[in-house]
C-alpha cells in the first residue's frame, strides 16, 4: 500500500477556503485516493474519492495532478463544525485494507 | 438506514475480565472491518472479514483478542483477559466488497470507548 504524507496540523478561519495536500510518490496504477473526515468520539467519514484529474461532490473538491503523486483536498468557505482530522488514503489493491495514517487535524477559528 | 450498529458505547471492566463488543454491519455489506484507535496508535486495522470468513486477522495484537462473525448481521470482538493497555475506542466498518471500485468506501459505527482500570 502506498504510503501518505500530510501534514499534522492546519489552522484556518471561517469562511475560508482550507486546502489540504497529500504526497504519495508510490501510488500504484489501479490506486484511488480517498480522504475521511472524522470528528472526536465519533467513526471517521468518508468525503470523497478519485482516481485522476478532479472530483467534486457538495462537501468537498479532489483535485488530482496528472503524475497522482500527491493530491489536494479543498474545503470551501470552512465553518467551525469543519473542525476535523481529515485522512488520506490510497489503494487497497485487492486486500480490502483499509490503512490509516495520522491525518491532518484541522481546526476552524471565528 | 441505520447504519453500522456497535454496542456498547461505553465499557468499563477491571483487568482480567472478558469484553465483549458487538457489531451489527449495514444489510448488504458483505465485508466488515474491526479498528482500534489510541491517541499513540492512531486508528489499527484488527481484523477483517469477507462474506463471514475472516480474511486478516494480522492486526490482531495478541492471543487474548478474538473476533467471530457467525453470520453477515453480526460481529463480536472479545478479549479475555483484558488488560489496562487495552483501552482505546474500538469501531466497526463494513462496506460492499472488498475491491476498490470507486464507491463511497466504508461506513463506520459510532464506536466502543472501552476502559480496562
Known amino acids: 500500500l502506498a504510503k501518505t504524507t500530510q501534514p499534522i496540523s492546519m489552522d484556518s478561519y471561517e469562511g475560508q477556503e482550507v486546502n489540504i495536500t497529500c504526497s504519495h510518490n508510490n501510488i500504484a496504477t489501479n490506486d484511488y485516493i480517498t480522504w475521511y473526515q472524522q470528528f472526536p468520539s465519533q467513526g471517521p467519514r468518508f468525503i470523497i474519492q478519485g482516481y485522476k484529474t478532479k472530483v467534486t461532490n457538495e462537501v468537498a473538491s479532489l483535485f488530482i495532478p496528472a503524475d497522482r503523486k500527491s493530491s489536494t483536498l479543498s474545503l470551501p468557505r470552512v465553518s467551525l463544525s469543519d473542525t476535523a482530522v481529515y485522512y488520506c488514503?490510497?489503494?487497497?489493491?485487492?486486500?480490502?485494507?483499509?490503512?490509516f495514517g495520522q491525518g491532518t487535524t484541522l481546526q476552524v477559528k471565528p | 438506514d441505520a447504519g453500522v450498529i456497535q454496542s456498547p458505547r461505553h465499557e468499563v471492566t477491571e483487568m482480567g475480565q472478558e469484553v465483549t463488543l458487538r457489531c451489527k454491519p449495514i444489510s448488504g455489506h458483505n465485508s466488515l472491518f474491526w479498528y482500534r484507535q489510541t491517541m499513540m496508535r492512531g486508528l489499527e486495522l484488527l481484523i477483517y472479514f469477507n462474506n463471514n470468513v475472516p480474511i486478516d486477522d494480522s492486526g490482531m495484537p495478541e492471543d487474548r483478542f478474538s473476533a467471530k462473525m457467525p453470520n453477515a448481521s453480526f460481529s463480536t470482538l472479545k478479549i479475555q483477559p483484558s488488560e489496562p493497555r487495552d483501552s482505546a475506542v474500538y469501531f466497526c466498518a463494513s462496506r460492499i466488497g472488498l475491491l476498490d471500485r470507486g464507491d463511497n468506501g466504508y461506513t463506520f459505527g459510532s464506536g466502543t470507548r472501552l476502559t480496562v482500570v
Open positions: 488514503l490510497v489503494g487497497r489493491g485487492n486486500t480490502g485494507k483499509l490503512i
